[in-house]
C-alpha cells in the first residue's frame, strides 16, 4: 500500500493557460475521487469514477474542467483556459469497494495546490 | 444545502487536556457514514475516526472518540490529551452514499 500519489505538488500558471494534473490511486480501489479545497474552507466534491467511469460530476465542474481515468488505473484532471478563482488545492481520493472495510477505506493524496497568476 | 455543520471556526485548547470539536449533520437516509479528518499545515488529509448510523457503540481511536447522538444528527468528536501535534484543521465529513460531504472545518491550536 503505497497511498495516494499526486503529481505535482504544486503549479503555478498563467491566467487563460492550460493545467494537467494526475492522480495515482491505491492500486486495488477501483473508486476515485477528485475534490477542489480552497483556502480555510472543507474540500468540495468535484467529480467520482468507478473503475473507468465517470459516474458523477459536481456543477462546479464547468466545461473547463475535464477529468479521466482511462483504464481505471490514474486520472487526469485539467483546466483550461485557467482563471484566478482556479487557484485551489486538488485533492484526490480513493477507495476500495465497500465490502472491504467497514470505514470505506477512502485515501486522500498530499494535494496539487494551483495559483494562477 | 450544507449537510454538515461546524460552528467553531478556531478552538484554542492547553496541552494534556480535552477538546470537543462540534458537527451536526442533515440526511434523509438510514444508512450512512460519519468521518473525521485531521489536516495539518502540510495538507494531507489524516482520517481518524468513522461512525456508522447502525453503530450502536460510540467509535473510539485510541485519543479520539466520537459523540454519535442519531436523534440529535450529532457527531462530536472528543480529543483527549491534547498534543502540540494535535494542532491542525479538523473536518467532519459525511459519506452520501459514496462520495463524501465536507463540513468547513474547524481549527485547533494546542497551547503549552
Known amino acids: 500500500d503505497t497511498g495516494v500519489s499526486q503529481n505535482p505538488r504544486h503549479k503555478i500558471t498563467k491566467r487563460g493557460q492550460n493545467v494537467t494534473f494526475r492522480c495515482d490511486p491505491i492500486s486495488e480501489h477501483n473508486r476515485l475521487y477528485w475534490y477542489r479545497q480552497t483556502l480555510g474552507q472543507g474540500p468540495e466534491f468535484l467529480t467520482y469514477?468507478?473503475?473507468?467511469?465517470?459516474?458523477?460530476k459536481s456543477r462546479l465542474l464547468s466545461d473547463r474542467f475535464s477529468a479521466e481515468r482511462p483504464k481505471g488505473s490514474f486520472s487526469t484532471l485539467e483546466i483550461q483556459r485557467t482563471e484566478q478563482g482556479d487557484s485551489a488545492m486538488y485533492l484526490c481520493a480513493s477507495s476500495p469497494p465497500p465490502r472491504y472495510r467497514a470505514n470505506y477505506g477512502y485515501t486522500f493524496g498530499s494535494g496539487t495546490r494551483l495559483t494562477v497568476v | 444545502a450544507q449537510k454538515i455543520t461546524q460552528t467553531q471556526p478556531g478552538m484554542f485548547v492547553q496541552e494534556k487536556e480535552a477538546v470537543t470539536l462540534d458537527c451536526t449533520y442533515d440526511?434523509?437516509?438510514?444508512?450512512?457514514?460519519l468521518f473525521w479528518y485531521k489536516q495539518p499545515s502540510s495538507g494531507e488529509m489524516i482520517f481518524l475516526i468513522y461512525q456508522g448510523s447502525y453503530d450502536e457503540q460510540n467509535a473510539t481511536e485510541g485519543r479520539y472518540s466520537l459523540n454519535f447522538q442519531k436523534a440529535r444528527k450529532s457527531a462530536n468528536l472528543v480529543i483527549s490529551a491534547s498534543q502540540l501535534g494535535d494542532s491542525a484543521m479538523y473536518f467532519c465529513a459525511m459519506r452520501e452514499p459514496y462520495k463524501l460531504s465536507f463540513g468547513a472545518g474547524t481549527t485547533v491550536t494546542v497551547r503549552a
Open positions: 469514477f468507478q473503475n473507468e467511469a465517470q459516474l458523477e
Open positions: 440526511t434523509s437516509d438510514q444508512s450512512y457514514g
